[in-house]
Each structure stands twice: as C-alpha cells, then as structure tokens.
C-alpha cells in the first residue's frame, strides 16, 4: 500500500483563480513527480525534484510551478487556471535504495476549470 | 523516437476468462519493463517490473513475459474477476540515471463482465 496522498481528490474552480495541488508522501523518498493524464492518453511529466530545494520542468510544457521544502511534501501551483488546465493531475514517489526504484502514485486530482 | 504502443486499445471479455494485453516498445537503451494497473479515478499501481536478463515475473493471476530482442512485452491475466476492470498500461524505462526516463503507453482498457 503506498503511502502517498493528494488533495483535493476534485476540483472545480473558475478561469483565472490561483489553485494549489497538494502531494505528500511518507515513504522518505527522495525522488517525487508530477504528471498529467487525458482520458486514454498517456502520462505526461510536468515537474519532478531528486530532493529538497530540488525542481525541474517534464516534458510536457505547462504553466504550473512546484516547490520542494520538505522532503515529504511536494505541491504543485496554479497562478492562473485556464479550461485547457483542466485534466487528472498524478503524483509520484520513488527511491533509488528500492530494488528497480519502484514507482508509487497517488490517486490523483481530477481538475476541471470552467 | 521512443514509444510505447498497447494493443488492443480496449478488451472485454466475461468474468473467469483468461486475456492477453500486448505491449510493443521502441525505447533504446533499455533498462526495464513495468506493468501497472489503474482503476477509473485512481492512480496506477505496479503489478510487476521486469529487467532485460528476465523474460517472465508473475504476480498472483498476473503474468508478465519480456522478449527483450523483439521489444515485446505480454500480461496475461488468468481466471479473471471483475475487479480486473480497469486500465492496464506498460512503462518503459530507458538507461541511464537511477529509474531513467520513463515512457508510457497509453494504455488497454480491460472490462469484465459477470
């Protein structure tokens, strides 16, 4: 059972309003991920830390930013949400000292921006 | 360019019936094969991880075969319950750094029904 949560599990807002995805995990793991998932597509990486004080942007582009602090926490911020934000936002841990670095997720954020 | 293509992109079949999921992958270098389930709403979780010296790992009634030369992957599901619904979605990682880069199919939707 992985422990790693994120809230809120939904998310309705309005075009323009600041948000902030949370993402908290107990493992100690030093490596944490963002991704964003369409119906049917696949996962897209958009941040990821190695550790504290530690960010850098996916692959996909987008308009969000992240911080790392704590090791066990790693939000990710919306300045100014827009419809095409709207998506299933995932995140991820994982430690180089588990055998294959197994990845564990969340069970995400389902935003959606009228 | 690195891909990861899934096939069939969905599947339905009835309760206690066995299935095959196929997973192609163009990724070089390779370093592993992982296989995850994700239930509608949630986020993925890992059935098994496979590197390139192994060519089959089960899980329970989940069994995974790796052909490394042909770049081919399979789960076999056997005997499966309606809790098998869900989206099964195979993750290549590449060498390099500690869990490299991954790539994601995009899935196959499996239904099962009574």
């Known amino acids: 059972e992985a422990d790693i949560y994120q809230t809120p599990r939904y998310l309705v807002i309005g075009t323009g309003k600041k948000i902030t995805l949370e993402c908290s995990q107990t493992m100690g793991h030093d490596k944490m991920y963002w991704y964003q998932q369409d119906p049917g597509m696949e996962l897209h990486l958009i941040h990821y830390s190695y550790g504290v004080n530690s960010t850098e942007k996916g692959d996909l582009s987008s308009e969000s930013t992240v911080s790392r602090i704590r090791t066990e926490h790693f939000p990710l911020t919306l300045e100014s949400a827009r419809p095409s934000h709207t998506s299933q936002y995932l995140c991820a841990s994982s430690s180089p000292r588990t055998t294959n670095e197994k990845l564990f997720f969340g069970s995400g954020t389902q935003l959606s921006v009228l | ?114």
Request: aromatic letters at 8%.
């Open chain 2, 1 to 114: 360019k690195n891909q990861v293509e899934q096939s069939p992109q969905s599947l339905i079949i009835l309760e206690g019936k066995n299935c095959t999921l196929q997973c192609n992958y163009t990724v070089s270098p390779f370093s592993n094969l992982r296989w995850y389930k994700q239930d509608t709403g949630r986020g993925p979780v890992s059935l098994t991880i496979m590197t390139f010296s192994e060519n089959t790992k089960s899980n329970g009634r989940y069994t995974a075969t790796l052909d490394a030369d042909t770049k081919q992957s399979s789960l076999h599901i056997t005997a499966s319950q309606l809790s098998d619904s869900a989206s099964y979605i195979c993750v290549v990682s590449d060498r390099g750094s500690t869990l490299g880069r991954l790539y994601f199919g995009r899935g196959t939707q499996l239904t099962v029904w009574p």
